[in-house]
């Protein structure tokens, strides 16, 4: 059988044109499944992993509906994409405007994130826009300060909806909503998919498609998984040695505060690694150009929290490591999945410690994953009792209650176990 094309899914000639430009020659699996219904019409729920095109494929089909409908003398937002954080915003915002600008007539799409001025947002929006991409934080302000109306939008994208779940967002999201016109079209996408989002799917999705990109738990094949057992207090010794002796040039490496991240770039920095962090302390001109100088090559690592999990995409980024874990099992694909992104391959390594091999453990379950133990010569690790503070080299950023993850080790009945061997 031949190669389907973006032909064969029904899009315009513009819309090819787009397609053409950005470099997309073959639809992805998701792209492939999502664009006809969408054409249509329909409601959708897509299971798509991160780095799997689907930004593209509902960016195209909506563009599509844009340039299809009537065109009015005052703009009004007909396309509203609520995304989870600032830089997720910016870059769908990019993907509109990139794909659009092949159409007869562009749409004007606005980005509003909080972090920065409201001032240039509400000049923004004068005039209207045709596409909104939007934290539902600066959604809400805008809202209030009437910069933006919503009441004739016709197709609501909820992106990594997962997240807009977790964060706290029900409250803002909710808001959002009620200001929408009952008669339009939902789209809901996200990588994992936990049940709230089943519940959010069956509340606002009207005889849905599902489409599913790949295999909703797991990661992409291409990304090659490895555990370290090393010593919490040698990671960051180890993380210098294997970016020099991989020559690793753009790694991502997670870790579990803030302040973590100010101190590992600073001692890579102070060894000689081009390294900086990203973090959500930084104003959003300062996180801003940070990704900027690592996207092109200023920096070879960078030091992030979960800020940089979700979305992002970092063309080119060969590796991902975990100094620490990540508290839940599903944030494990998604800060992998920065890497290997659009058929490129990537490496994901884990640092495992006494103290957090148990958690290791519990994500390989959630995961179905089994991972060798490797160790490094002259990094193997000595402790063989986790510390005393249970939680110890984790992340430093719970409090003493149980969490979700307690929770779900006690009832994995995971207990910390022996260094392994
Ligand atoms: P996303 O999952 O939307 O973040 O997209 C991940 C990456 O895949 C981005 O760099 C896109 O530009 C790229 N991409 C999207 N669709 C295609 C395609 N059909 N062919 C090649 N690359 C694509």
Not at 39 to 46: T, V
Not at 179 to 207: G, H, I, K, Y
Not at 266 to 272: A, F, I
Not at 283 to 299: C, I, M, N, W
Request: neutral net charge; glycine residues 8%; contains cysteine.
């Amino acid at each position: 059988m031949s190669e389907p094309t973006f032909a064969s899914l029904g899009l315009s000639a513009d819309l090819l044109h787009a397609c053409l430009d950005a470099g997309y020659l073959t639809p992805t699996a998701i792209q492939l499944d999502a664009i006809p219904p969408l054409l249509r019409g329909q409601d959708l729920l897509g299971l798509a992993p991160t780095g799997s095109g689907k930004t593209a494929a509902f960016a195209l089909p909506l563009l599509q509906r844009l340039a299809a409908g009537q065109r009015h003398a005052q703009r009004r937002v007909r396309v509203l994409v609520l995304v989870p954080t600032r830089e997720l915003a910016a870059q769908v915002g990019e993907v509109f405007r990139r794909l659009g600008a092949s159409c007869a007539h562009p749409p004007k799409v606005a980005v509003l994130f909080g972090g920065v001025s409201v001032n240039p947002q509400m000049m923004g929006l004068r005039g209207g826009a045709d596409v909104v991409v939007a934290t539902p934080g600066r959604l809400l302000d805008l809202l209030e300060r009437n910069a933006l109306r919503l009441d004739g939008v016709e197709a609501l994208v909820l992106d990594e909806a997962d997240r807009l779940l977790d964060l706290g967002f029900a409250a803002e999201r909710e808001r959002v909503l009620a200001e929408l016109p009952a008669q339009r079209q939902t789209l809901l996408f996200s990588a994992t998919f936990p049940q709230e989002v089943q519940a959010l799917a069956d509340s606002l999705l009207r005889n849905a498609t599902r489409v599913e990109a790949a295999a909703p738990d797991g990661a992409a094949p291409a990304i090659v998984q490895r555990v370290i057992s090393v010593d919490a207090g040698r990671r960051t010794e180890l993380l210098r040695r294997l970016v020099q002796d991989e020559k690793w040039d753009r790694v991502l490496v997670f870790v579990a505060t803030r302040h973590a991240a100010e101190q590992v770039a600073r001692k890579l920095h102070d060894r000689g690694v081009y390294a900086a962090p990203l973090h959500g302390e930084l104003s959003q001109g300062q996180r801003t150009e940070v990704l900027a100088h690592f996207k092109d090559r200023r920096y070879d690592v960078l030091v992030t929290t979960d800020l940089a999990a979700r979305g992002i995409d970092i063309p080119g980024l060969e590796a991902v490591v975990n100094y620490d874990l990540p508290r839940s099992p599903n944030d494990y694909v998604h800060r992998i999945g920065r890497t290997a992104r659009a058929g490129a391959s990537g490496i994901a390594v884990s640092f495992a410690s006494a103290g957090t091999e148990a958690h290791m453990r519990l994500i390989e379950k959630r995961q179905n994953l089994v991972l060798p133990r490797e160790q490094v010569a002259g990094f193997e690790p000595v402790e063989l009792e986790p510390p005393p503070q249970p939680e110890a080299g984790v992340g430093g950023i719970k409090g003493k209650r149980p969490s979700k993850k307690d929770k779900l080790r006690a009832a994995a009945g995971l207990t910390p176990g022996p260094a392994p061997d």
